[in-house]
């Protein structure tokens, strides 16, 4: 059974960067067909899609992010980070990463979720 | 970008009912439309992808239709756990997004 986990820092500071890694178990990352996405949600809102990237190394990010936001891979540890610059209390969010289908691109595993709070 | 519209933004339904939740996308997505289901302080968890197709482990009642721009998740009998909110997302484009939610709640 697959997992993936979240960890990193639950407090930024504004301006400082965001840093983020998910583990993943029971599979490896390197594996074709897959995807890997960061995808966050603000208190009480609905989920926004941060960015992903394949198992080749390929990245795609939300172009309203895309100047802030970092995604990349060890496969050594089998996981995978996010990194966002600049950081506002905007970016205040459980911040979630999942694994994503090739063919269809749907998010059939999901970690539990880290929140992440932007404060002075 | 494609804008995905889900309609109801909330729901009130009682056990037993049949409940349907439209998803409507800005342009033509074919079948790249799938359907999520999210619990308070859950992550969410994949229903149906490609439109149509359950995913392994969804009780039969949920059930999904449509193509191109006009999508519908049906719940056949609400059942007490069924209660949370409710998101489409399309894969059509590199840039992949979410409706807003619908949110399912008890009568």
């Known amino acids: 059974q697959l997992q993936l986990q979240e960890s990193g820092s639950g407090l930024v500071k504004p301006s400082q960067t965001l840093s983020l890694t998910c583990a993943v178990s029971?599979?490896?990352?390197?594996?074709?067909?897959?995807?890997w996405s960061w995808i966050r949600q603000p208190p009480g809102k609905g989920l926004e899609w941060i960015g992903y990237?394949?198992?080749?190394?390929?990245?795609y990010y939300n172009p309203s992010l895309k100047s802030r936001v970092t995604i990349s891979v060890d496969r050594s540890k089998n996981q995978f980070s996010l990194k966002l610059s600049s950081v506002t209390a905007a970016d205040t969010a459980v911040y979630y990463c999942?694994?994503?289908?090739?063919?269809?691109?749907?998010?059939?595993?999901w970690g539990q979720g880290t929140l992440v709070t932007v404060s002075s | 970008d494609i804008q995905m519209t889900q309609s109801p933004s909330s729901l009130s339904a009682s056990v037993g009912d049949r409940v349907t939740i439209t998803c409507r996308a800005s342009?033509?997505?074919?079948?790249?439309l799938n359907w999520y289901q999210q619990k308070p302080g859950k992550a969410p968890k994949l229903l149906i992808y490609?439109?149509?197709s359950l995913q392994s482990g969804v009780p039969s009642r949920f059930s999904g239709s449509g193509s191109g721009t006009d999508f519908t998740l049906t719940i056949s009998s609400l059942q007490p756990e069924d209660f949370a909110t409710y998101y489409c997302?399309?894969?059509?484009?590199?840039?992949?997004?979410f409706g807003q939610g619908t949110k399912l709640e008890i009568k």
């Open positions: 999942a694994r994503g289908q090739v063919k269809w691109f749907y998010l059939d595993y």
């Open positions: 029971g599979g490896s990352i390197s594996s074709g067909g897959y995807s």
């Open positions: 990237i394949y198992h080749s190394g390929s990245t």
């Open positions: 342009q033509s997505i074919s079948s790249y």
């Open positions: 490609a439109a149509s």
């Open positions: 997302q399309q894969s059509y484009s590199t840039l992949y997004s």
